[in-house]
């Protein structure tokens, strides 16, 4: 996997209740700081090498995700008092985690953190540390679409086009007999259907990456939030989103197009629809393929 250098998304860090060691805290020093946490990241992207792993909690040579939720809110609730785990940093012989180094222990009780769960790896990318999954990173959400510009996040494909001469339906040009183009009209005049965006990115290698993908239901859903308006996790939409928020390097302009989102899953019970998402209130539904809707593409587990 290739070297990335992520950047959290943290608001705040709070005050560590206390200097004894805990997951995160590389150094020993009794704080998780944000160098600390980027490194973590890394690891857990690209692997350990064969010197100390920071943000391995329990000696196993692999940062994973739950490791890395539990460095966060250590970063964010600091290390609680009387925590007994190594530092990734310092050789170790145990190998097992304390109980105070679980993605469920209480934060401390002078703070009242929020979970992290975005992190900006400086690529155009977002990685989910709840699922592992890393996302395409959209800008602008000014609600106007940008041909020009394929991280728009305004701009909206359909699900499927036709093919040149049959007119048979096709995703791409794969569906279609050799001599023949799938064509598609949508909203900036690009002429793609979703999955000829998708294999556009992985043509260019977006990122670095070329197996991007048309997010599932279950994907594209774990971005929702009900209890949040409109109902997107705000790791994946930042308040500043709007028509000067274009710069892809900058963390606080991560976007959701505020309207519905395609999914790679057929609706198997009506031929012709598929499942979208509606960020602007979470609900999920289905839609003509022909429709012209929003697509945020997914790679990873």
């Known amino acids: 996997m290739k070297s990335t250098l992520p950047l959290l998304l943290l608001a705040t860090l709070v005050t560590p209740a206390a200097s004894a060691q805990c997951c995160g805290d590389c150094s020993g020093d009794g704080m998780v700081s944000i160098n600390e946490l980027i490194r973590a990241v890394g690891n857990a992207q690209q692997g350990c090498?064969?010197?100390?792993?920071?943000g391995d909690c329990d000696g196993d040579r692999e940062v994973t995700i739950n490791e890395l939720v539990t460095a966060v809110n250590r970063a964010l609730g600091g290390c609680p008092a009387g925590a007994t785990a190594t530092p990734s940093d310092t050789p170790t012989t145990t190998g097992t985690a304390t109980p105070s180094d679980t993605p469920t222990a209480t934060p401390s009780a002078?703070?009242?953190?929020?979970p992290v769960r975005a992190v900006d790896n400086g690529d155009g990318t977002v990685t989910d540390l709840s699922t592992g999954l890393i996302w395409e990173k959209k800008v602008g959400g000014d609600g106007v679409?940008?041909?020009?510009?394929?991280?728009?996040?305004d701009n909206r494909y359909p699900w499927h086009g036709r093919c040149r001469n049959s007119q048979s339906f096709c995703r791409d040009a794969t569906e279609c007999d050799p001599d023949e183009a799938c064509q598609a009209g949508d909203q900036q005049g690009?002429?793609?259907?979703?999955?000829m965006f998708r294999q556009q990115q992985n043509d260019a290698a977006y990122a670095g990456y070329d197996d991007w993908r048309v997010p599932n239901l279950d994907e594209l859903?774990?971005?929702?939030?009900?209890d949040e308006q409109p109902a997107i996790d705000p790791g994946?939409?930042?308040?500043g989103c709007s028509t000067g928020c274009l710069d892809l390097s900058d963390p606080d302009c991560n976007c959701t197009g505020i309207g519905p989102h395609w999914t790679a899953t057929a609706e198997g019970a009506e031929p012709g629809r598929?499942?979208?998402?509606?960020?602007?209130?979470?609900a999920v539904v289905s839609s003509?393929?022909?429709?012209?809707?929003r697509v945020r593409l997914v790679r990873g587990p």
């Open 49 to 54: 090498d064969s010197g100390p792993c920071c």
């Open 110 to 114: 002078t703070s009242t953190p929020t």
């Open 145 to 153: 679409p940008d041909g020009s510009n394929p991280r728009d996040a």
């Open 190 to 195: 690009t002429r793609l259907t979703i999955f």
């Open 221 to 226: 859903r774990s971005l929702r939030d009900l």
């Open 236 to 239: 994946f939409h930042a308040p």
């Open 274 to 282: 598929a499942w979208r998402i509606d960020f602007d209130n979470g």
């Open 288 to 293: 003509n393929r022909g429709d012209d809707l």
